[in-house]
């Protein structure tokens, strides 16, 4: 696998590929609950973009072919919403209010509806005999600055550690898989600056199909941000609960 796709593997891109691994591989889940309705000194968050009609439509297309080769993995929509991931961390609940001011004043300099993002691969994240698929994006100096202010904005408000209390549960899913409180609480500097891979997480399928789909032309395609959205981590790192959207310019 070339650098980017090596470098996409440190990402552990939680939202759906730990979902998958744990039905289907039986990961170890941490013991610590959380009811959804008790709120937590600590929220874990995800300041993300929300991809424009032309990328969810090439994502929602490329989950179809992927059901198709493994009907137990997921549909993409819903909890499941095809999204851009731009900044992970734990911050003080209490701050949220704060921490939305801030944020909404990085958006208010910022034009990203108007930014011009390439899709240009297939890449996948592999637990055999399945994989996580994903469509890479190249990232841009506008990604990586509006990364950055992101990061300087938040840091009056986080908190440099979390546990599984600061996610949002279910009581279908009332746990937290361990490696993803260590994940947060390391994206930056771990998945961040030069370590930053953008991508759009497609869904889960096995490694002979996903390796097919790499090895194929890929049709590169631009796109831009719809939107910008600050949400509530679930398990496994999914988008679970959206709490502010950020105004975004159009």
Known sequence: MELAGKSFLHLLSFGAMVVAMAM????????????????????????????DAMMVDRAQAA?????????????????HAPHVSVLQRYVKTADLPKLYIAVDKVFAKENPTSWKLTAY?????????????????????DLLRLQQEL????????APNGTAAAFVTTPQDPNIV??????????????SGDHYVPHVTIGVGTIDFLNAMVAAPFDTFT????GASVYHLGNYGTAMKKLHAIPVKH
């Open 63 to 79: 989950n179809a072919k992927l059901r198709q080769n493994f009907p137990k993995g997921y549909t993409l929509g819903g909890a």
């Open 178 to 191: 361990p490696p993803l409180i260590p994940y947060v609480a390391n994206f930056v500097p771990e998945h």
């Open 121 to 141: 691969k297939y890449d996948y994240i592999p637990d055999k005999p399945i994989g996580l698929g994903n469509i890479l994006v190249k990232t841009t100096p």
């Open 24 to 51: 289907h591989s039986g990961i170890a889940r941490a013991q610590q609950t959380t009811s959804t309705t008790k709120q937590n000194d600590v929220t874990a968050i995800d300041i993300l973009l929300d991809p």
């Open 223 to 226: 796109f831009s941000p719809a």
């Open 151 to 158: 990061i300087d904005a938040v840091t009056p408000f986080t």
